[in-house]
């Protein structure tokens, strides 16, 4: 195996960390390509890479690029790594942060907001009716449409979680259970 030179490792981990959308472990294997194409590391290093990235607490994609960097080029390679894996995103994420602090009181910015927050919550909620439909009998997907309904209506009265929690498992109790019924 060759080692990349400082200036190839930084390229490459600035690269494939900072043109993803999808998280580290997108990154991780961009990387790997990346790394085994050019035979700077193999399959067992890369695998032991992520294990210690697994392994240590934070973001693991950037445990992997220290990785990388200090096995490659040491010290200073695996500082390098970490600057060009976290500092391109750590500036966008602060003009983001900056921006929206300074647009925020505009009505139409807060309305957009309050879409974007609308359709992020249908679409988990969609996502986990469509995981867990399958494994529910046509009486239990009524009971949890019944629920469901009741926390949404106290929601929208304004009514604290303890309390939504505290209805929804009343309703749920006082429904006749699914083997009652047969």
Same mark, same amino acid.
Do not use: K
């Given at each position: ?59 693991? $994609? ?25 500092? %391109? ?8 942060? $900056? ?14 907001? !309050? ?30 449409? !019944? ?8 929601? $929208?009265?304004?009514?604290? %979680? ?21």
């Amino acid at each position: 195996m060759t080692r990349p030179t400082l200036h190839q490792l930084v390229t490459a981990v600035a690269l494939d960390t900072n043109r993803t959308v999808g998280g580290g472990l997108v990154s991780i294997e961009l990387l790997r390509r990346r790394f085994t194409r050019h035979g700077w590391i193999d399959a067992d290093a890369h695998g032991l890479f992520v294990a210690v990235s697994r392994f240590t607490p934070g973001t693991v $994609v950037l445990a992997y690029c220290v990785t990388l960097g200090w096995r490659l080029q040491g010290w200073l390679g695996a500082l390098l790594a970490l600057t060009v894996a976290s500092a %391109p995103c750590s500036v966008i994420i602060f003009a983001l942060a $900056v921006t929206l602090t300074q647009i925020e009181h505009f009505p139409l910015v807060r309305t957009l907001l !309050a879409v974007g927050i609308l359709v992020a919550s249908v679409l988990v909620l969609a996502s986990a009716w469509h995981l867990i439909r399958p494994y529910l009998s046509e009486r239990l997907r009524v009971r949890a449409l !019944a629920v469901t309904a009741v926390a949404v209506a106290l929601i $929208v009265l304004g009514a604290t %979680p303890v309390r939504v929690l505290f209805a929804g498992a009343l309703v749920s109790c006082l429904l006749p259970s699914p083997e009652a019924r047969q």
